[in-house]
């Protein structure tokens, strides 16, 4: 359904940015009213706002009076999103200040707030800002984490712009089921595995699957949404960061390995949607391997890789919960109830592949069974709404908190 939306823009470098965002917006139908600091305006002037919105911009509250619009605009959105928020922004929506017309919306608006900040890495680890968010999000506005890459110099860290597409599929979410009703995760830490290890033959080859990573970032996108602090450990994934995550990329099993024991030790999940590699060349050529002139190919011995999800079960802190997967071409479900035995986890997403069935899909129909013999049939659905289904499922088995 088309929401009105206003799209308030601090003045950051990343401003620029906001264009897209304000074009996903209104392409998908949405009425969007731009709402520029007088800072963004030296970064993206209001010609280019109100050509691509259509509508009037003004970034104080003095411009059309008669209609009250410091009150009004956010009385009437469904949704407001700052992106680029600076730190400035941040610290003014905490402390309830109202000198501009965006910040006088951000008090009046009773719709989901979401806030996509952007600085340099000390700006957002200073103290103060810190506060400031914290502040924010225990009244219920959603501040999405910061990416982690280049920022505005040659410098790198964590304060960039999510991808414009990646806060669009907040917003989305954030529309359609609310920010606060879906805050069922908040506080809790979940690890993700996405993607599908490669173990190297030689410097050009590898051993590998099909593993796009889609579910498993759909799975670290429901959980940001969500309210969960997520840690997405990606094997090879050539996807856009999701919004809000810890990213960790590894290469191999044995990579995957390291990172996710080490950001479950102190996590409240951990859903293992990677496809790690069972096996791996037992040696490493460190030149590509020739073909030989008599035609006879090179054996390769192969070893077997250690077991991440038996590894997690074992090391598993009380109270935490293990979702593993398994794909399956044939007896998907007595064999996804024999490995969830055999693994020692809370519960096994199952589902049967093909070379066109589920990798690389943007659909996935998959069973759940649980330890306790409990049977849940997902029919094809998009693979976030799966994610969903799958998170519902696992916020019942984590202990309340005291
Ligand atoms: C080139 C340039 C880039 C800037 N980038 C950022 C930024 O990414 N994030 C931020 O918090 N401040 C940034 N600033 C500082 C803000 O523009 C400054 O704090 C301003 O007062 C913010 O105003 P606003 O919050 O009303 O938009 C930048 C300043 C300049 C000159």
Not at 113 to 135: G, I, K, R, S, Y
């Amino acid at each position: 359904m088309p929401a009105e939306i206003v799209l308030g823009v601090g003045g950051g470098i990343a401003a620029y940015k906001a264009c897209e965002l304000l074009r996903l917006f209104t392409e998908s139908g949405h009425r969007v009213r731009v709402v520029p600091t007088a800072s963004a305006l030296r970064f993206v002037g209001a010609p280019t706002w109100a050509a691509l919105s259509g509508r009037p911009v003004a970034d104080d509250v003095w411009s059309d009076v008669h209609e009250v619009p410091h009150v009004r605009l956010g009385q009437h959105a469904d949704l407001v999103v700052v992106a680029p928020a600076t730190a400035d922004l941040l610290a003014k929506a905490a402390h309830g200040l109202a000198d501009d017309l965006l910040t006088n919306t951000l008090l009046t608006a009773r719709c989901p707030v979401l806030l996509a900040p952007a600085m340099h890495t000390e700006m957002w680890e200073h103290p103060a800002t810190v506060a400031n968010v914290a502040t924010l999000r225990s009244r219920g506005v959603r501040v999405i984490e910061p990416a982690v890459g280049r920022l505005t110099g040659r410098d790198t860290g964590k304060g960039r712009l999510p991808d414009p597409a990646e806060i669009f599929a907040v917003a989305r979410r954030a529309l359609a089921r609310g920010v606060e009703a879906e805050a069922d995760l908040a506080g809790r830490h979940v690890v993700v595995t996405a993607g599908g290890t490669r173990e190297p033959l030689d410097p050009v080859r590898f051993l590998g699957n099909r593993s796009s990573g889609k579910q498993g970032y759909a799975f670290a996108r429901a959980a940001v949404a969500r309210g969960a602090r997520v840690t997405l450990v990606a094997a090879n994934v050539a996807l856009p960061d999701p919004a809000g995550v810890d990213l960790v990329r590894v290469g191999t099993t044995e990579e995957l390995r390291d990172a996710t024991l080490a950001a479950a030790a102190g996590a409240d999940a951990v859903v293992m949607a990677a496809a790690p590699a069972d096996f791996r060349p037992a040696s490493y050529a460190s030149g590509k391997i020739k073909k030989s002139d008599d035609g006879v190919a090179p054996a390769i011995e192969l070893v077997t890789n250690p077991d991440i999800a038996v590894e997690l079960g074992r090391r598993r802190r009380p109270g935490q919960v293990l979702v593993i997967f398994a794909a399956e071409t044939d007896d998907a479900e007595a064999n996804g109830r024999a490995k969830l035995a055999r693994k020692g986890a809370d519960m096994i997403v199952v589902n049967e592949v093909g070379v066109d069935k589920v990798f690389g899909a943007d659909t996935n129909a998959a069973t759940v069974i649980s330890a306790d013999g409990a049977v849940h049939r997902l029919p094809e659905q998009p693979k976030e709404a799966l994610a969903d289904a799958v998170w519902d499922l696992v916020r019942q088995r984590l202990p309340s908190r005291s």
